[in-house]
């Protein structure tokens, strides 16, 4: 059993685990940058800490302001106060409501928690399922996320996507 244990640790990660992140790195890197060139604004809640050491930042992308102002044939100044409006409304929320960034950082725990726990257990019988997602999805019975993501993943993302809906 020491042996055993001894090289697996010595051998390093499976080419299960290589895989996984290697998928998740793509996924993440598309993610963020759809998500970069469509953000205006965004208030930044301060999560993933022990307890609240500051408090959240509001961030501007002026260039994509612009270029949105522009696509939207918009008077800049208007559509600028109101991307400012609408990002303190967020601010609000979380500094008036401290239970929304503890249920938000609670869930987003609990989801990176889950990752690592793909991550750590993807095994063949991991990649069979995958195979029959596959086939699910080719059947028009999914979407590609369900590839990517475990059963508690998407639950985890479920709620988040739900909480996101109503701030």
């Known amino acids: 059993i020491v042996r055993d244990s001894f090289l697996r640790r010595r051998s390093g990660p499976s080419i299960f685990t290589l895989t ?3 998928l998740a790195s793509r996924y ?3 993610l963020m940058g759809y998500l970069a060139s469509s953000v205006l604004g965004q208030y930044d809640p ?3 800490g022990r307890e609240l050491l500051t408090p959240g930042r509001l961030y501007f992308l ?3 302001i612009r270029i949105w102002q522009r696509r939207l044939a918009l008077p800049l100044e208007e559509f600028r106060t109101w991307v400012v409006l609408h990002e303190v409304t967020h601010a609000w929320q979380f500094e008036a409501h ?3 960034r ?3 950082n609670a869930q987003l725990e609990l989801y990176i928690q889950e990752i690592a726990r793909a991550q750590a257990g993807f095994s063949l019988r991991n990649l069979l399922e995958r195979l029959s997602r596959l086939e699910n999805i080719i059947r028009g019975e999914g979407n590609l996320i369900e590839l990517i993501i475990t059963p508690k993943q998407r639950e985890a993302l479920r709620r988040l996507q739900a909480l996101m809906c109503i701030i």
């Open 102 to 104: 503890d249920y938000l």
């Open 98 to 100: 401290p239970w929304l």
């Open 62 to 64: 002026e260039s994509n």
């Open 28 to 30: 993440l890197g598309v």
């Open 20 to 22: 996984n992140r290697a």
């Open 46 to 48: 301060s999560l993933l």
